[in-house]
């Protein structure tokens, strides 16, 4: 087996780093409301008891990420990796510029969700895959939604919907690459 076919089960694991320190973080405030909150208040460093365990799940499952493109996918999909690893940086720097740093933090989610929505169509166009349409669908759809105020909660929401979405296809594409040995 290649070396690249183990780097493979980063693309699974990543993922999974990601929810088990979101969903840690969330069971540890009890103050956190899916109907009030954004994700990445979890993440404020002066108010979040919490901050450096979610941020560094950021930073770790966004460098999983990158080392899963940059060694595995790379070879399979080009363009995709590409992309994912421009995702996976701009998820590195929601975690390193938290709520604190105001604008910016704000700047770096934008083009975190964004990046995610642009490497789900390369992967769809480049792969010719309708996981990545409907990967790019549901997490438009779960912001658009809420910016027009068609439900009612936090930004939390659209975020977890967006970034789960996304999910399917990372690990299809982990999965494939250390499937095909």
């Not at 790379?74 to 690893?85: D, E, F, G, P, V």
């Not at 934008?110 to 480049?126: D, N, R, T």
């Not at 809420?146 to 659209?158: F, K, R, T």
């Amino acid at each position: 087996m290649r070396t690249r076919d183990y780097y493979a089960l980063l693309g699974l694991a990543a993922p999974i780093v990601a929810y088990l320190f979101i969903g840690v973080a969330i069971a540890q405030s009890p103050w956190f409301r899916w109907d009030v909150n954004a994700l990445s208040d979890l993440g404020h460093s002066s108010r979040s008891s919490v901050a450096p365990l979610f941020n560094f799940g950021l930073l770790f499952t966004g460098l999983l990420i990158l080392a899963y493109t940059l060694l595995s996918l790379r070879h399979s999909a080009k363009w995709t990796s590409r992309a994912l690893a421009a995702a996976a940086f701009s998820l590195q720097l929601v975690g390193a510029f938290n709520e604190v740093y105001g604008v910016l933090h704000y700047a770096v989610s934008v083009l975190f969700f964004v990046s995610m929505g642009v490497a789900s169509l390369v992967y769809a166009a480049e792969r010719r895959s309708y996981l990545g349409v409907a990967a790019f669908t549901v997490g438009l759809a779960a912001w658009v939604l809420y910016w027009a105020d068609i439900y009612s909660s936090g930004v939390a929401v659209p975020e977890a919907v967006s970034t789960l979405a996304v999910m399917p296809w990372v690990m299809s594409t982990a999965i494939r690459i250390y499937r095909c040995k």
